[in-house]
């Protein structure tokens, strides 16, 4: 008896052995035959390239362009039954952009992703509630009254910028320039946005701690690893990880944006309890929506929308202006010859504005002076307070002169800040869905529900499209007879292109002239080392450890 049960366990788990071993056979083949013609990294049954990922997470878009630099367009496939697929060919992104756009919306992978930090605001959204969203915020950015609260708020953050940098520099201090970038653009942005002073950029070290900084920091990394990683959903179930981190994190964002929300309703409603009272109104984003909301040009808004509409812009103005400048100081740190150039544009341009004297101001010409007039021994006891008062007065001059049309003279700043957009693309990396089975204009055929990603930080070190030098940062590529001269948006895609183009392009260019000519007229930067600066893995390319310098005041 006991030999009839040893033997019918035995064949059956024989069998099941067999069967097993069967059906992974069977898969694999089907797997090779679907993935025969697949041009990529290497890939395996069941995984498919999720090893590679993982493996190269950290680097990945050194290693995608490894496979671009054999084929324009790879294919990647993933657990799940997934694919993604990236592309580096321009006709290629027309197409995903302009000419069949509505098969590439953001779609559901994204959205699953994306959902806790972006919910429905404008860039994780289709169809008709981002149709709208698109047409308000069009809107609202061509608004005279948003366009020079922006300009005036860039210019009063850009002048605590150069202030605090200009301590650095008295002391010859070394600084994470990075982490002070973000400060800046986090104000201004809060005070776009949210109409407050989040002060994080106060102007005297140490600076403060920002908690819903770096909450936001955090959680934007968190769903940014949720695409790489298959298993992100029983992690998120299961509460562990960086998933137990991200709730946390959001709790922190949404309290601060929810209670700006809060603040501004009540305002508002005192207001009207006393309509003759002075009060300014206000010309923050929150603000405007809610004027849209209450006249009954928008949908009544809960504030569940506000907060995305809100959080969205934070994104979209916050990193991608912050870790621009970052990357120009790091070029421009790297390239001396560059940084002179464009200093004696801006000393000229100056010059122009001015007249000569003012011009050419120089702390060492307005120390001597101090010193006759003071004595040695008393200017030297007030040496830092002159200083500081007198780069005050020069910075905060300077960026009056600063507008929409001036800022036009500057083509070398234009073409210095655009040869960073394409090198150092903020979104490196930008994915859409796919909604039908299609063909791209180079034959890959794409099948649905899987992803599409074009990489514009892969695009910007192809040969093929920027020519032999095109890892080479050169900002004269931008220039014909020392006039900027513009590319097509499907070769230089750091803002998108077609339908979808950033709506903030003007303004993000705005801001970074504002910073970029305050800095670079009054500061040279040095590194501290010569390391090799890599990325941090986000939706948008920050710096990994930041970008520690010195800044030196210039003296001619
Ligand atoms: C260096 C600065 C910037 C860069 C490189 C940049 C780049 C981009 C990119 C690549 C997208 C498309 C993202 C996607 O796939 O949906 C985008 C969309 C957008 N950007 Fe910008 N951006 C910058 C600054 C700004 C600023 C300052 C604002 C406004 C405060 C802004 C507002 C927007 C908005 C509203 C969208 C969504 C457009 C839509 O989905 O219809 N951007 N930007």
């Known amino acids: ?41 290497k890939s395996y049954p069941l995984l498919g390239a999720a090893i590679g990922h993982i493996q190269n997470y950290h680097r990945l878009h050194h290693w995608l362009l490894t496979f671009f630099q054999k084929n324009s367009t790879i294919a990647a496939p993933m657990p799940i039954n997934q694919v993604f697929y990236y592309t580096v060919d321009p006709a290629n992104v027309k197409h995903i952009l302009k000419t069949n756009f509505p098969n590439y919306p953001k779609g559901e992978v994204f959205q699953d992703r994306m959902q806790i930090l972006l919910g429905d605001g404008i860039f994780n959204t289709d169809g008709e509630m981002w149709r709208t969203q698109r047409k308000t915020a069009a809107a609202e950015f061509s608004l005279k ?5 922006s300009a005036d708020s860039f210019k009063e953050y850009a002048c605590q910028l150069a202030n605090v940098t200009a301590q650095l520099a008295f002391e010859g201090r070394s600084y994470d320039m990075q982490d002070l970038y973000m400060r800046m653009t986090l104000d201004s942005i809060g005070k776009i946005g949210f109409g407050v002073n989040i002060g994080s950029l106060s102007d005297s070290f140490p600076l403060p701690e920002n908690e819903f900084a770096i909450a936001f920091d955090r959680a934007n990394e968190i769903v940014t690893q949720r695409f790489i990683d298959p298993l992100w959903k029983l992690k998120r179930f299961l509460q562990v990880g960086g998933e137990a981190d991200l709730n946390r994190n959001i709790r922190i964002v949404d309290d601060f944006v929810y209670g700006v929300i809060a603040k501004r309703k009540l305002e508002r409603k005192e207001r009207k309890a006393k309509p003759d009272a002075e009060q300014p109104e206000k010309a923050d984003i929150i603000s405007r929506f809610l004027d849209l909301s209450e006249s009954g040009a928008h949908a009544n808004m809960s504030d569940k929308i506000l907060r995305d509409v809100v959080l969205n812009f934070v994104i979209a103005g916050r990193d991608t202006t912050a870790v621009t400048l970052s990357w120009m100081t790091y070029m421009l740190a790297e390239h001396p010859a560059v940084a002179r150039r464009l200093y004696e544009e801006l000393r000229a341009f100056h010059q122009r504005k001015v007249g000569a004297r003012a011009g050419t101001w120089s702390w060492a010409r307005e120390w001597e002076e ?28 300077f960026t009056k002169l600063l507008n929409y049309e001036s800022l036009k003279e500057l083509n070398y700043m234009q073409a210095v800040l655009t040869e960073t957009l394409r090198l150092f693309p ?92 305050t800095m670079c007229r009054f500061f040279e930067f ?14 948008t390319l920050s710096m990994q450890g930041g970008l520690d310098a010195v800044p030196h005041l210039r003296t001619d």
């Open 1 to 41: 008896m006991l030999h009839l049960v040893e033997s019918v366990w035995g064949s059956t788990y024989v069998m099941q052995t067999v069967a097993v071993v069967c059906a992974i056979v069977v898969s694999s083949i089907g797997y090779n035959l679907r993935h025969r013609n697949y041009k990529g990294p």
């Open 526 to 539: 040095r590194r501290t080392s010569n390391h090799y600066i890599m990325y941090r893995m986000m939706a």
């Open 145 to 149: 009254a948003l366009r020079d609260f």
């Open 426 to 517: 903020a979104v490196p990396l930008d994915p859409k869905g796919i909604l039908e089975d299609d063909v791209l204009p180079d034959g890959t055929f794409l099948k649905k529900g899987n992803l599409i990603s074009y990489s514009p930080w892969c695009m910007a070190r192809m040969k093929s499209i920027w020519g032999s030098d095109a890892a080479v940062f050169n900002p004269d590529r931008w220039l014909q007879s020392g006039v900027f001269v513009p590319e097509s948006e499907y070769k230089f895609t750091t803002f998108q292109a077609g339908l979808r183009t950033c709506l903030g392009k003007d303004s993000a260019y705005l801001q970074l002239k504002i910073v970029a000519g």
């Open 370 to 397: 101090i010193r006759q007039q003071l004595g040695e021994e008393e200017a030297e006891r007030r040496k830092k307070e002159l200083y500081l008062e007198s780069m005050q007065k020069q910075v905060a001059e």
